[in-house]
T-cell receptor, first 114, second 110 residues
Framework: SQTIHQWPATLVQPVGSPLSLECTVEGTSNPNLYWYRQAAGRGLQLLFYSVGIGQISSEVPQNLSASRPQDRQFILSSKKLLLSDSGFYLC?????????????FGSGTRLTVV | GDSVTQMEGPVTLSEEAFLTINCTYTATGYPSLFWYVQYPGEGLQLLLKATKADDKGSNKGFEATYRKETTSFHLEKGSVQVSDSAVYFCALRGNNRLAFGKGNQVVVIP
């Protein structure tokens, strides 16, 4: 069966520090991968998505970046965090081809920038 | 572009009350529609979905019908429980991505 892992679960980082959040999927190949952010009191915002290794689409301009070094690995990074980067970050995947089974989300990372 | 609109504000109701959360969408073509639920401190879980007009998605007593004529996908449950307290998100799938509404906090009081 397919599973999605996201870590860490919680993170407290000072302003100006770097960030690296990792997401991996098991039990499938060539998934579409997504990073969403949920800020306090706001809805879900799509940050990045990827349909293949090295293919990243950015939805909003910001100081975050994403990379997909392997087929089932998706990384969210920042060189210097801002206070406004605080939020709940969710990784998700869906099958890239064939019958559409739906989106599956990871358990999320709660990031607090102080 | 594709977008989803949910009714404003949290929803507070008593146990066994009827729940409705409105959702309307704007999209080209005929997107798939979803309801996701987020329990406190957790990620999102798929609650139900519908892939074409007049489809009814259902799960755990919740239902939603894909209405093309009104571009709506309202969520309903006939008798809510305290355990249904969560945030509910309406979403549509278009262009390889999900677009979400802002979500509605539902609080069920015993």
């Amino acid at each position: 069966s397919q599973t999605i892992h996201q870590w860490p679960a919680t993170l407290v980082q000072p302003v100006g520090s770097p960030l690296s959040l990792e997401c991996t999927v098991e039990g499938t190949s060539n998934p579409n991968l997504y990073w969403y952010r949920q800020a306090a009191g706001r809805g879900l915002q799509l940050l990045f998505y990827s349909v293949g290794i090295g293919q990243i689409s950015s939805e909003v301009p910001q100081n975050l970046s994403a990379s997909r070094p392997q087929d089932r690995q998706f990384i969210l990074s920042s060189k210097k965090l801002l206070l406004s980067d605080s939020g709940f970050y969710l990784c998700a995947w869906t099958n890239g081809q064939g019958v559409f089974y739906g989106y599956t989300f990871g358990s999320g990372t709660r990031l607090t920038v102080v | 572009g594709d977008s989803v609109t949910q009714m404003e504000g949290p929803v507070t109701l008593s146990e066994e009350a009827f729940l409705t959360i409105n959702c309307t969408y704007t999209a080209t073509g005929y997107p798939s529609l979803f309801w996701y639920v987020q329990y406190p401190g957790e990620g999102l879980q798929l609650l139900l979905k519908a892939t074409k007009a007049d489809d009814k998605g259902s799960n755990k007593g919740f239902e939603a019908t894909y209405r093309k004529e009104t571009t709506s996908f309202h969520l309903e449950k006939g008798s809510v429980q305290v355990s249904d307290s969560a945030v509910y998100f309406c979403a549509l799938r278009g262009n390889n991505r999900l677009a979400f509404g802002k979500g509605n906090q539902v609080v069920v009081i015993p």
